[in-house]
Each structure stands twice: as structure tokens, then as C-alpha cells.
């Protein structure tokens, strides 16, 4: 499978506060995005403006990209939104110390 992330700027979308990114995952183009509560948990947001989320997004870009990149292995999808527990889910992994679903 060949996922790439498009060098692009990512999106503010204040109507649902993610962060919009894009990726094309066998030629095929998916939007992906990270919720607000997801860069404030995870990534240092100190807020849900769009200048906090931009910068959190953007210094934490590779991580961000590294967690879409597993989830676009495991599924088939048009669209992805990643929420806070799926940076815990892959910190958990990272660190061995993974637990079942709901745990």
C-alpha cells in the first residue's frame, strides 16, 4: 500500500474544529483530519483557536501523519478524523503496554 502525504498547508475547519490534511493512499485521495481535543491532549494546543491548532499541527506533523498512516493500513476510507484516543491507543502500543478495547 502507498501512502503519501501531500507537502500542503493544513486546513483550520472552525465549523467542526479539526485540522484538515490530505493524503493520497494508492493514488487515491483521502481527507484526514485531527480533532481540536486531539492537539490539546496530545500535542500541546493551548487552545481551540486556530492559531494554536495550526502550530501544534504543524511542529507534531510527522507524529500526526505516522498514526494516519497505520489507520489508512488498517481501513479502507474516503475520509479519517482522528480523536484523542487514537494517540493514546498508539502510545499504549509504542510502549507495550496496550490494553484491550474499552479498557
Not at 490530505?22 to 500541546?44: I, N, Y
Not at 494546543?45 to 491548532?53: C, I, R
Not at 495550526?54 to 506533523?61: E, M, V, Y
Request: charged content about 30%; overall charge negative; proline content about 2%.
Amino acid at each position: 500500500m502507498d501512502i503519501k502525504f501531500p507537502v500542503q498547508e493544513p486546513e483550520f475547519r472552525g465549523w467542526n474544529l479539526t485540522v484538515g490534511f490530505a493524503a493520497s493512499v494508492d493514488g487515491r485521495e483521502t481527507d484526514c483530519a485531527v480533532s481540536a481535543e486531539a492537539l490539546e491532549d496530545h500535542f500541546g494546543a493551548k487552545s481551540s483557536s486556530q492559531t494554536d491548532l495550526l502550530s501544534a499541527f504543524n511542529i507534531h506533523r510527522k507524529k500526526i501523519e505516522d498514526v494516519a498512516r497505520h489507520l489508512l493500513e488498517d481501513e479502507e476510507c474516503r475520509h479519517l478524523l482522528l480523536r484523542s484516543g487514537h494517540f493514546r491507543f498508539d502510545a499504549a502500543q509504542q510502549s507495550g503496554t496496550s490494553r484491550g478495547a474499552g479498557t
